[in-house]
């Protein structure tokens, strides 16, 4: 990509690491950090695009195509495929559809929405902040100014929990996984001080990211490419799993057709769980917020939803790809992260172990994996660790303007927030999904309804009036029930094991056998074991395929 880029201001990115905030090239003047309602992000711009004001490219529709594309596809690949173990077959990839229809719907009410507040003159809306502030007034953006300021905060704590597992599984320092994974998350504390103070005594870091503009979209190209591998790589491994040892650790069958809430699951359990699934759904897609500034700099605005959703549909197939593959491979035994599972040399009986798929060493393929997305990541935090600062003092702008000890106390609590949110909760996945119930689905989707019903840019029909109703409905339901699983789950994966130090649980005698036969009867639990001469099996067993 090696057209010039032009800066957009950005509200609230959906994705920690895959939505990229990048600074102005040289040709352009530096910009300011934003204080408390917008990040920068550019637009890829053609050539050929025109010009308006003091030289001010607009973008096209293809550039718009482009730059969803890079903002949508990143790290979320990771752990689309760990949604199948909860909706199955069937439920997690509707949910994926689901929430690529409701996004395109948003982004479109979005538009019509601003339409109708430029018609009546409001022709200040060129960003979420004033889009929320032209609809609601003062407490329409002050809502916008908090949301947007605790957005970021989660992001950031969530991408430190990638960074730090990345880093193990490259470079396993400490006792064990989890120790070491603290470990690195303390390390890397280091660089969110860096990026946290140095606007303090330099000014905005982000002009010193400029140069790796142009190889952003490598970065994400390489999150498909190799989550791809990655499946490929373990799908004949596949094959070396008895059938007797295809049950996951709570009984239940290595894949499922429908949704599965684990043993005795109430229809409350139920519910947390699907609004989980369906929250990872919306933040799969929550670039609504970009809406209002990408359309104030089209070179024709009314594409903007047209291209939106083009990207989402192109989205929304590279995401199944790998959701549907990823699962064929792993099934319910698959890890939050497909990197973990890019590994060879696995022990003998590994498939009758705990977290099956993370036993083995890692591959050069993983750890070429692991370290594109921690380069990213930590690169980006150039940018996401000063808005996350910079919003934070936009609460109250008047104390950290005046008080020196204010500014320099509030960036020592982001630093260690950050590392202590990572060094409490090890699965990413927990802490995407709380951050998306709690504030992307409230930015993306319910107050792109509120706005469009409050300004009514023009009447629309029953049936849309219901579609919103119910969309406003389940958008409630991600965030309360959405919020309330996340919390759960931090609970329950307090503490954490390393891949293969026992046996699963749950598993069958037969299992136990089949396990026994491959290492020889040396492990400890083939001696307590109870095998009668039934249970006895030959090894290598014969494998027959559902």
């Given amino acids: 990509m090696s057209e010039p880029r032009s800066t957009v201001a950005m509200q609230q990115p959906s994705d920690r690491s895959s939505r990229e905030i990048r600074p102005a090239t040289a040709a352009q003047p530096e910009p300011e950090l934003p204080r408390s309602d917008s990040f920068e992000v550019s637009v890829p711009h053609d050539e050929s695009a025109a010009s308006v004001g003091s030289g001010t490219r607009r973008m096209t529709e293809s550039s718009l195509i482009l730059n969803m594309l890079l903002s949508i596809i990143g790290t979320t690949v990771l752990g689309i495929s760990a949604q199948m173990q909860v909706g199955g077959w069937i439920l997690s990839p509707v949910l994926l559809c689901v929430g690529c229809g409701i996004v395109a719907e948003m982004s479109w009410l979005v538009s019509a929405t601003m339409d109708k507040l430029q018609a009546d003159g409001k022709s200040s809306v060129v960003d979420y902040p004033s889009y929320a502030s032209a609809c609601f007034g003062p407490v329409g953006r002050s809502i916008s100014a908090v949301t947007s300021s605790l957005a970021p905060l989660g992001m950031i704590c969530n991408g430190m929990i990638m960074c730090s597992s990345n880093m193990q599984f490259v470079w396993s320092i400490g006792p064990s996984v989890e120790a070491g994974r603290k470990i690195w998350a303390w390390l890397l504390t280091f660089t969110t001080a860096v990026y ?32 791809w591998v990655g499946i490929g790589m373990a799908a004949p491994e596949l094959d070396d799993i008895p059938e007797a040892c295809r049950t996951a650790p709570d009984g239940r069958s290595y894949w499922s057709l429908k949704p599965d809430f684990g043993q005795n699951a109430t229809l409350f359990d139920a519910m947390r769980r699907a609004a989980g699934v369906g929250s990872y759904g919306f933040y799969c897609f929550a670039v609504v917020v970009t809406v209002p500034k990408i359309k104030a700099q089209m070179a024709e605005p009314s594409k903007v939803v047209r291209g939106s959703c ?130 992307c689905v409230f930015n993306n989707i319910l107050m792109p309804i509120v706005a469009f019903h409050s300004v009514k840019p023009f009447p629309v029909s029953s049936a849309r009036k219901v579609l919103h109703v119910l969309i406003f409905i389940f958008g409630l339901f991600c965030i309360v029930c959405g919020s309330w699983d996340a919390l759960v789950q931090l609970g329950s994966h307090a503490e954490m094991e390393d891949p293969g130090a026992h046996l699963r649980a749950d598993i069958s005698t037969e299992c136990i056998a089949h396990y026994c036969a491959a290492t020889g009867n040396e492990s400890a639990a083939c001696a307590r074991a109870d095998l009668s001469a039934a249970a006895i099996v030959a090894w290598p067993p014969v494998v027959v395929h559902q």
């Fill in 196 to 227: 946290a103070f140095w606007d303090m005594r330099f000014g905005n870091f982000a002009h010193l990211l400029g140069k790796l503009d142009n190889v952003s979209w490598l970065v994400n190209a390489a999150c498909i490419i190799l989550a």
């Fill in 310 to 439: 083009v990207a989402f549909v192109i989205c929304t197939v590279l995401f199944l790809s790998i959701m549907l593959s990823g699962y064929a491979v792993f099934g319910n035994l698959g890890s939050d992260s497909v990197i973990k599972a890019m590994t060879t040399d696995r022990p003998a009986g590994w498939w009758a172990l705990n977290k099956p798929w993370e036993t083995g060493k890692g591959t050069g393929w993983g750890y070429g994996f692991a370290l594109a997305i921690t380069i990213n990541l930590l690169l980006t935090d150039g940018i996401y660790v000063p808005t996350t600062v910079s919003h934070l003092e936009g609460l109250r702008p008047s104390l950290f303007e005046r008080s020196f000890t204010a500014k320099l106390l509030l960036r020592v609590a982001v630093c260690v927030t950050r590392t202590l949110v990572a060094t409490s909760i090890s699965q990413f996945l927990v802490m995407t999904n709380l951050t998306s119930s709690l504030f």
